[in-house]
């Protein structure tokens, strides 16, 4: 696990990562998720994996259009083997 820099997230080669987080309301707090959405957009159509956490619709961090219908419900998800 590696905590991405401004600097690692403006240059380094994101195709070395298998997933990204960005963590709950990263957004609101790292200037730099915004100033390199494309960056991270296009690492996401080159098939990596890119999960925001707490997302709304005013963070703006989709790969593809938001729904309205999205709402601040909370949704959990179970993995089973």
Do not use: C
């Amino acid at each position: 696990m590696s905590l991405l820099s401004a600097e690692d997230l403006a240059s380094a080669d994101l195709a070395r990562y298998d997933t990204i987080v960005i963590g709950v309301r990263a957004y609101e707090f790292r200037p730099d998720l915004v100033a390199n959405q494309q960056r991270l957009m296009d690492y996401v159509r080159k098939g990596g994996t890119l999960i925001v956490q707490h997302h709304t619709l005013a963070s703006r961090a989709s790969p593809s259009p938001l729904s309205s219908e999205i709402s601040r419900s909370r949704v959990w998800t179970r993995l089973r083997r």
